[in-house]
C-alpha cells in the first residue's frame, strides 16, 4: 500500500462529495487476478480478458494473504496451516515454489529497505522477523508478542514494524534494530488492519468489533490515541486508492467500501460492497475496486465513477486476500 500525507479524520458521515475522476475500465487490468480462498486451500485465478475462473492452484492449508516480491518476480501466498509458502508467476500464474518451515504465516510483509521479511502467526502467538537475501529467507528473531497478531505495517525507514493484537485489543510497535517489542497500547475491539502515513507520524487501526478508524501518534517515546474516523460496522481492510489522496476501508458488517479524502479529511463517499467485503485491490487505472466478498464465495467488481457493482465472479469458499499485478500505487 501507499503510505500517506496526513494525517486521516472524519468531520462527518454520509458525504456526497465527489469521487475523483478515473479513466474507463476497459484495458484496466491484463495481468491474472489472483484470489485466496481460505477455506478450499487455494488460489482462483481470473483471466480478466473475459472473466472467468481458468484454473485454481493447490496451496497449503487455510491462505489467507499474498505479498509481491521485491523484484516483482513472484507473488507470494502465505499458507498459515500449512507453515508454508507458495510462491507464483505474476504473470503467468505458474508456482514457481514452495518454501517450509515457515511457521503460522498468517500474514506478511517486507520492510521498505527490502532487508527484511516479517510473518505473524496469528495462531501461534508470534512475529518471525527474517533476513531477505533477494531469494530466500532465514529467520532472524522469533518474538512472543500475546495473543493473536494480526496485520503488519512497517514504517517507511524500516525501523519499526506495528501489529495489531486481534484478540487481545492492542497495538503493539517492534524495533527492527533490537528486534524487540518497544511499547504496547491497548484498542478499541478486535483490531484488524493497519496503515501508516508517509511521515510515519501516524498509525491507523481498523476496529473490525466497531465501526470505525482509530488514529494513534506514534512519533513519541509513547502512543497517543489522537482521532476517531467513524466509517461503517466492521471496519477491516485498508488499500491506498493509488491517487496519494485517498485510501479504502472495507467495512465487513455493513457491506460497504469507505472512501476517505487525505486533503478535506472526510469521507467522500461510500462503495455497496455485498457478502462481507474483505481485503481489496484498485485497478491501475483507478477506475475499478475489486474486492472479496468473504461470506458469498465471490469477488465483487465495483465501478468508481458509477458507484455501482458490475461484476461478480464465483470463487472458491472464504475468499480473503485479493490482487493484480496491474494495481495502482500501494
Known sequence: MAAFSALLCLSAAGQTAKVPAAAPATGAITTPVFVLNSLEDSVSVINPANWTEIKRIETGKQPHHLYLTPDEKSVIV???LSDSLTFIDPKTAEVQRTVRGIIDPYHLRFSPDMKWFVTAANRLNHIDIFHWDGKDMTLAKRIATGKTPSHLWIDSKS???YSTMQESDELIAIDLATQTVKWRTPTGSTPADLIGTANDKFVLVALTGGDGVEVYDVSGKEP??????KTAMGAHAFRAFGDQRHVLVSNRVANTISMIDLQTLEVV???PA???PDCMDVS??????????RWIRKLTFIDVASRKVVRQINVGRSPHGVWTLDHSPR
Do not use: E
Open 269 to 271: 463517499n461510500s462503495f
Open 224 to 229: 497517543r490515541r489522537v482521532k476517531f474516523i
Open 274 to 276: 455485498p457478502g462481507g
Open 159 to 161: 525501523s519499526t514494524i
Open 78 to 80: 502465505a499458507n498459515a
Open 284 to 293: 491501475r487505472d483507478l477506475s475499478q475496486i475489486i474486492v472479496t466478498s
